[in-house]
Nanobody, 123 residues
Framework: QVQLVESGGGLVQAGGSLRLSCAASGRTFSRYGMAWFRQAPGKEREFVAAISQSGRSTNYADSVKGRFTISRDNAKNTVFLEMLSLKPEDTAVYYC????????????????WGQGTQVTVSS
């Protein structure tokens, strides 16, 4: 069982930056691929970024490439999402997800999900 808790969301002006964190419980964090998803009001949940268990592989949605960076610290059981040059269309609730199978977590099929953290970007 893995519990995920996101933090770091907030209100920021367009062009600003935020760093999201997702802290995981348990001793086996390094066995899980991790991903960030987001859901804006009235829209479906969408993939943002993912990172493999070792951290050597990452994937990004086209809409965030070059602006967002996913990373992880296995010693601290935490995955991060550094978000730069934020745009109003980045406004959403951001969720982290985990699964021992990396392709599953990329496809939003992860077994474990956090409760989300709100990111609001004003124009």
């Amino acid at each position: 069982q893995v519990q995920l808790v996101e933090s770091g969301g907030g209100l920021v002006q367009a062009g600003g930056s935020l760093r999201l964190s997702c802290a995981a419980s348990g001793r086996t964090f390094s066995r899980y691929g991790m991903a960030w998803f987001r859901q804006a009001p009235g829209k479906e949940r969408e993939f943002v970024a993912a990172i493999s268990q070792s951290g050597r592989s990452t994937n990004y949605a086209d809409s965030v490439k070059g602006r967002f960076t996913i990373s992880r610290d296995n010693a601290k059981n935490t995955v991060f999402l550094e978000m730069l040059s934020l745009k109003p269309e980045d406004t959403a609730v951001y969720y982290c997800a985990a699964d021992s199978d990396y392709p599953r977590v990329v496809r939003a099929l992860g077994d474990y999900w956090g409760q989300g953290t709100q990111v609001t970007v004003s124009s």
